[in-house]
């Protein structure tokens, strides 16, 4: 398995490395602008761009869900959720659980781990790739939705890609057959304190994906709507909870106030 695994990543590499190479040229400039977007200035802004996700959102926490289940564990574990409060939580049955989420051999009752071994992750992409439990809650939900959007061709990278958000990622780019390649373009600056340096312009799309820019943008958005989820599974408990006891706090402070006022009528 370890060799059939190793050669599948080796054969990804080297689609990316000769798709950067053989697309080059004119081909770079060649992009699909965005609805009423200049396409020299696709991504310029991508350092505010926020996941808006919203957790209680059962049907997109479910497509985020499957989406990781396909695109992400193959490397990342959710080492502190099990499959059965997924279910649970999800509202999804038992037997399709099974069925299309979890591995061939796992339980439901076991946590959800990747199967790819440690060492072998670590030997390919040079450190073992993350456990995402926490990450949207460490990072920031905007943190991982930008990360997902910012991957571009790099042939000087291993895996032939690199990212703005995260440069020099170990990460390949998973979802390049999802959004398309693209390539980053950048602009010489001078520094204040002398010397220039490169800073970031635009993107330039390479070669389209199988999904548009807003259907890619809302597979993010339902990947990262997961992972914010599973950050903290209670959390929309809690907020919905938090909403009762601030009610219950405010009438028991008038009844505090109407004892109060009871007690010292004399008084005053």
Request: proline share 5%; with cysteine; charged share 20%.
């Amino acid at each position: 398995m370890r060799t059939e695994m190793r050669t599948a990543m080796q054969a990804w590499c080297g689609v990316a490395l000769v798709a950067a190479v053989l697309i080059g040229g004119s081909a770079w400039a060649a992009e699909a602008p965005a609805e009423g977007e200049p396409a020299a200035k696709s991504g310029a802004d991508w350092q505010h761009w926020h996941s808006n996700n919203n957790v209680t959102d059962m049907a997109s926490v479910q497509r985020g869900a499957r989406n990781f289940t396909s695109y992400c564990l193959g490397c990342h574990s959710l080492k502190y959720e099990r499959w059965s409060r997924l279910g649970t939580d999800l509202a999804i049955p038992p037997d399709v659980l099974q069925k299309d989420l979890i591995p061939p051999g796992d339980k439901d009752t076991q946590y959800i781990l990747t199967t790819m071994p440690a060492e072998d992750s670590a030997a390919w992409f040079g450190k073992t790739p993350p456990d995402l439990s926490l990450m949207a809650r460490s990072r920031g939900r905007d943190y991982v939705y930008q990360f997902l959007k910012t991957f571009y061709i790099d042939p000087t990278r291993q895996t032939g890609a690199n990212n703005l958000r995260l440069p020099t990622t170990a990460m390949p780019h998973v979802l390049s057959e999802l959004e398309g390649l693209k390539r980053a373009v950048f602009r010489d600056e001078a520094r204040a304190e002398g010397g220039h340096e490169q800073v970031f312009d635009h993107f330039e799309t390479v070669a389209p994906g199988r999904l548009t820019g807003a259907q890619y943008d809302d597979f993010v958005r339902d990947t990262v709507n997961f992972l914010d989820y599973v950050s903290e599974p209670t959390q929309a408990a809690r907020r919905d909870l938090g909403v009762w006891v601030v009610l219950f706090l405010l009438v028991f402070t008038w009844l505090a106030w109407l004892v109060k006022q009871e007690y010292w009528k004399d008084v005053h």
